[in-house]
């Protein structure tokens, strides 16, 4: 007798948090749901399970509203009846960065585990393709199952196979054949439960594994419970034998299911051969990814580090890095981070990013003014904080009293030079008046301040007759205070004033500034996550060979050329590498929508200026810079609807594109920066760059590594592949000899063109719809056919992105030091307490080599947390120390639980992640 085939029915709904509603809208929904969820699962023990979409973020928003079910939630997932976890909201793998996907999973974990237990399965169903490490982080979570859908590529012929990350990690990956819907809408019927059966056993045909079961998903987006399931399961089970249906859940089905003969795929799920992988979300509201990058750079390199490294233990703000980083993972949410949404939420992700930022930010200013408070240094000296890994020079801009040349020194007595941008001498503010008409002034004196301006000093003066009127005078001139220097209480000025006002003379009063000059200077190497002290020097310092005429611009690595016919630009390195026409912008249709990039039936692609300008802003010795203004003539729509797109219609409109290109005293890259008043609609603009030798493909930084990709990509009857890939912060395109990298801020979409010739970075997709019904290159819709004007992203836009031309795999290597130079700037404060502050002139809060670093932060017990990972396919380690020797700790995982101890090194896999708990 043949064995029935088990079938699991896995009961649940995907929710989207906000989408094609706003958060609020859906909330209002959730609370029915999980109202009667409840009722259900109590009155009906035949209802076994419910997966709650593997998030916890569900339950939160739930109890904000029901907090008196807390205790009937808990009962029910502590009992196993609601599964919840083990992410705490379920993102999307591309729009944020690897250390957002950790802290997504660390704290759904967390939570789940609070509520009675998080589900220990890597519940990933409706994300838009699958990073190459998700492996390698749901083992270090102590999860062995994976369940995906989107992504999954042609030789996956099977309902389940092993994918294998990078490093080697493996888990055991269930493929929901047929979406994380295959079983919605049951109907009161056990019959049409069976046939339901017999139809998923056809159509997975050879993809079925014997001896295994068959996984029937039942629910879908926004889906209630279906309260009569628990009896028609029964009713079915006892009416047939072929099939033997049970409610379940995810954790309880996968260990069962056969592990023997999987096919197996190592790295990125990133086709589209069985479901769309909607790659334009990586373009669409480019503002949303700026401000994305932004945020998480602020708190991953600036707020969160120095916060733990400079501050003590019971100082660390864990309630504000918490706020940050719980508005970061609100926001990794797919419809959310992908900008796939109504203008409406999009415009709350705006505002997320936004906090997100001003806490980071704020936390790095209280963080650096404490490092520089503790600094042995002259008053009035400039620290410059390093809050990356790399020990590194750079620029920093600050402002200095007196005027002519002047150059700063470092702490051993080494000198660095500066290029002043600007000098100022203003008499700074006179006012004053007679008698009650000066009484004005004394509400302006407080403390020490005149107007907010911190005074220094003040002389006064009296006249018999000032003004020439036969009133006795009193002048007054006050010197306003450089950054440490000392305050002066304006107490009894404020007296003489009073008196002068009562007597009825005459007031004047100055307010003094010294003159001073805005310079930018090449300060030298500061150590990793340390900092270095610089004092002002009179007079000429060192050459920096930097230098800019006539649209050409120099220094020690390069030479940089602008094309005065059509804006574009030159690269010539010191060995001899040239490459010419870079950055042509070309502009085309986009009748596509938030999901995927779409020409028009009948498109016109624009590639050249009408008219360029170029000017030379500045001309070195530190920094140069050349401005290129380029007018196109740009159809200002395209003529379509809710369905598709016919053609660009026939009006042009004139658009001028700046960019302001930058080179830098000892940078081997040239900085790009591209403004415009972004009014035309339905188009795509990318700057094109041709490669020194044509390429078989790129290298793009993705979480915890760097993915090679072909030219090609995979798609489907449903999407066109388009190669329009995915990179963090950098891509490069090498031939083994000679590269081209891009480094970029939020620009996260590019692709290899015209036969492996030339690198594509795109800078924006306009379009008005949420989805469309059947654009060119999908024929289905991705969502509901909403308008969203939003997404045509108008208004004042500006794009940050570098170009590095380098020899062999070395430069490759060191791609990820050049995206923290480009990225993250030397912080700088006036600091500076002496020879007797604890800290010297010059130093390293931590050192960490051989690795690169995701974070650095404190766990709940106060101890130093470092997450590193290996950015090579080689075996290496990481060495860690401060100044007083080689560090000792423990290896954790995720859930913080202890491995191997290790002093001052740890080897580390290829591309292995490793999260450290230092002693």
Not at 192 to 199: D, I, K, S
Request: proline share 7%.
């Amino acid at each position: 007798m043949t064995e029935p085939i088990t079938v699991a029915v896995v009961p649940h709904t995907h929710w989207d948090r906000e989408w094609y509603q706003p958060y609020q809208t859906f909330r209002l929904r959730l609370v029915g749901l999980l109202d009667e969820l409840l009722d259900v699962l109590e009155g009906d023990p035949g209802y076994r399970r419910f997966l709650l979409d593997g998030q916890t973020a569900v339950v939160d928003d739930y109890l904000a509203i029901r907090p008196e079910n807390e205790g009937r939630l808990r009962a029910l997932i502590a009992s196993g009846r609601i599964l919840l976890g083990p992410w705490s909201i379920l993102m999307d793998e591309y729009m944020v960065s690897g250390e957002t996907i950790i802290r997504d999973l660390q704290r759904g974990i967390r939570r789940g585990d609070e509520l009675g237990g998080a589900m220990n399965v890597g519940y990933l169903p409706d994300m838009f393709g699958h990073i190459a490490q998700m492996p390698q982080i749901l083992a270090l979570a102590g999860l062995a199952h994976a369940v995906v859908w989107r992504g999954v590529p042609s030789p996956i012929d099977r309902s389940a196979f092993w994918w294998d990350a990078p490093d080697g990690s493996r888990v055991r990956a269930e493929y929901l054949w047929g979406s994380y819907s295959n079983g919605r809408d049951l109907a009161d019927d056990p019959a049409q439960l069976v046939t339901r059966a017999v139809n998923y056993r056809s159509e997975l045909g050879a993809a079925y594994l014997e001896p295994g079961g068959m996984l029937l998903m039942n629910g879908t987006d926004h889906q209630l419970p279906q309260p009569w399931l628990g009896r028609i399961v029964a009713e079915a089970n006892a009416a047939q034998s072929d099939y033997r249906f049970e409610v379940t859940s995810l954790a309880e089905y996968l260990p069962k299911q056969p592990t023997v003969g999987l096919p197996a795929w190592r790295g990125e799920l990133r086709s589209g051969y069985r479901s769309n992988v909607l790659m334009g979300v990586a373009s669409n509201h480019v503002d949303v990814h700026q401000l994305c990058a932004s945020a998480e750079r602020a708190l991953e390199k600036r707020g969160e580090p120095l916060s733990a490294l400079v501050l003590p233990p019971a100082r660390y703000p864990r309630a504000l890095v918490d706020e940050a980083w719980n508005q970061l993972v609100l926001n990794s949410a797919h419809d959310s981070s992908c900008a796939c949404s109504v203008d409406e939420v999009v415009d709350a992700v705006r505002v997320r990013y936004q906090e997100a930022f001003r806490i980071a930010d704020g936390l790095a200013g209280i963080a650096i003014t404490q490092l520089a408070r503790e600094v042995a240094a002259e008053p009035g000296s400039t620290v410059v904080v390093n809050a990356s890994a790399h020990e590194r020079g750079g620029l920093v801009e600050l402002t200095l009293t007196g005027d002519g040349p002047v150059h700063l020194v470092g702490p051993g007595g080494e000198a660095y030079p500066t290029q002043i941008l600007s000098s100022t001498a203003t008499p700074g503010f006179s006012s004053g008046g007679v008698g009650e008409e000066a009484r004005w002034l004394l509400e302006l004196m407080r403390g020490n301040e005149f107007g907010g301006a911190p005074i220094s000093r003040y002389s006064i003066s009296e006249t018999d007759d000032e003004g020439g009127d036969g009133v006795p005078g009193l002048d007054v001139e006050m010197q306003v205070a450089e950054p440490l220097e000392d305050r002066c209480p304006l107490d009894e000025l404020r007296q003489r004033v009073e008196a002068a006002i009562d007597a009825r003379r005459r007031v004047g009063l100055s307010v003094v500034l010294a003159p001073r000059r805005d310079v930018v200077a090449a300060v030298g190497p500061v150590p990793g996550f340390g900092w270095s002290t610089f004092r002002a020097v009179p007079g000429p310092g060192p050459f920096a060979d930097v230098s800019a005429t006539h649209g050409s611009m120099t220094n020690e690595h390069l030479t940089v050329s602008v094309s005065e016919h059509n804006g574009t630009f030159t690269i010539r390195t010191l060995d001899g590498v040239e490459v010419r026409g870079l950055n042509r912008y070309v502009d085309g249709g986009d009748g596509g929508d938030t999901y995927n990039y779409s020409p028009p039936t009948e498109d016109v692609v624009i590639s050249a200026p009408d008219s360029v300008r170029v000017d030379t802003l500045e001309s070195g010795p530190v920094r140069a810079r050349v401005a290129i203004e380029a007018d196109y003539t740009l159809p200002t729509h395209a003529v379509g609807d809710e369905r598709d797109c016919s053609r660009r219609a026939s009006e042009r409109a004139t658009v001028t594109i700046r960019t302001v290109l930058e080179l830098r005293a000892h940078e081997p890259f040239v900085r790009v920066h591209t403004e415009l008043d972004h009014q035309i609609r339905d188009h795509r603009l990318r700057a094109h760059f041709p490669l020194p030798a044509p390429v078989t493909g790129s290298d793009a930084e993705c979480a915890f590594a760097v993915v090679h990709r072909g030219l090609t990509a995979e798609g489907g009857p449903s999407e066109t592949g388009l190669p329009t890939f995915v990179s963090r912060r950098f891509v490069d395109a090498t031939d083994g000899e000679v590269g081209l990298a891009l480094l970029h801020d939020g620009l996260l979409e590019y692709e290899v063109v015209d036969e492996g010739r030339e690198l594509a970075l795109t800078l924006l997709r306009a379009t008005g719809y949420l989805s469309r019904s059947q654009p060119s290159l999908r024929p289905n819709p991705a969502g509901p056919l909403e308008p969203t004007p939003g997404a045509q992203v108008p208004g004042p836009l500006a794009f940050d992105y570098a170009v590095l031309l380098h020899r062999g795999t070395g430069g490759q290597a060191r791609l990820h030091a050049r995206a923290d130079e480009f990225l993250v700037p030397l912080d700088r404060v006036f600091g500076g307490s002496g020879a007797d502050a604890p800290r010297a002139p010059k130093g390293q809060l931590l050192s960490v080599e051989g690795a690169e670093v995701s974070a650095v932060t404190r766990d709940p017990d106060g101890a130093l947390v470092v997450r590193v990972f290996n950015p090579a396919p080689v075996a290496g380690e990481v060495r860690i120390a401060d100044e007083r020797g080689a560090r000792t700790g423990t290896s954790i995982d995720l859930r913080g639980r202890p491995g191997a101890e290790f002093t001052g090194t740890r080897s580390l896999r290829p591309w292995e992640i490793a999260s450290l708990r230092l002693d």
